[in-house]
């Protein structure tokens, strides 16, 4: 069944350097991922979707993410980190019609 | 402007005492969900709804029921709170009637049991 694992429950980084969120998955076959983004109090917001158009996908805000069929992997980077960006990072991946939500990464950026 | 808006934003409420979360979408969208997020959980999915009238449990469904009876509307409904529902709850929405598009998601309905 498909399922996804971020490895990572917090990630402190300083402003100006680059951001690395990791995510893998588990699917006997490609699946579609999707990252989301959660400020505080606020609802998520779509980052960035994977749908085997092709490997590296830009999202909003500068985020990227790679999908490694190799290493069943689908990390989310960002080259310079902005105040901005600290805020709560999830990997999904549906399952038939369910979603499946990662454990979340807490992303904090220092100035 | 195009929205997933909740009510209430904010609930404390006592054991056994009946309540409704309302969620509604102006976006013509077919696929709507409920989910809790709960610390070090993540969010898991409690109802979904591929349409009007189609409704299916997600991952956490026991002690909560759903309706789906128009479109833009899906509220949540506890019958009989316990505390181990006090949580984070968030409606989405998306078209298309798939989990596979993007969901857009409420502000979120912060609900203690008390």
């Known amino acids: 069944a498909q399922s996804v694992t971020q490895l990572d429950s917090h990630v402190s980084v300083s402003e100006g350097t680059p951001v690395l969120l990791r995510c893998n998955y588990s699917s006997s076959y490609s699946p579609s991922l999707f990252w989301y983004v959660q400020h505080p109090n606020k609802g998520l917001q779509l980052l960035l979707k994977?749908?085997?158009?092709?490997?590296l996908v830009k999202g909003i805000n500068g985020f990227e993410a790679e999908f490694k069929k190799s290493e069943t992997s689908f990390h989310l980077t960002k080259p310079s980190a902005h105040m901005s960006d600290a805020a709560e990072y999830f990997c999904v991946v549906p399952r038939g019609d369910k979603l499946i939500f990662g454990t979340g990464t807490r992303l904090q950026v220092f100035p | 402007e195009a929205q997933v808006t909740q009510n209430p934003r904010y609930l404390i409420t006592v054991t056994g005492k009946k309540l409704t979360v309302t969620c509604s979408q102006n976006m013509n969208h077919e696929y709507m969900s409920w989910y809790r997020q709960d610390p070090g959980l993540g969010l898991r999915q409690i109802y979904y709804s591929m349409n009007v009238e189609v409704t299916d449990k997600g991952d956490v469904p026991e002690g909560y029921k759903v309706s789906r009876k128009e479109k833009r509307n899906f509220p949540l409904i506890l019958e009989s709170p316990s505390p181990n529902q006090t949580s984070l709850y968030f409606c989405?929405?998306?078209?298309?009637?798939?989990?596979?598009?993007?969901?857009?998601f409420g502000p979120g309905t912060r609900l203690t049991v008390l």
């Open positions: 994977y749908t085997s158009a092709a490997t």
């Open positions: 989405a929405s998306s078209s298309l009637g798939s989990s596979y598009n993007e969901q857009f």
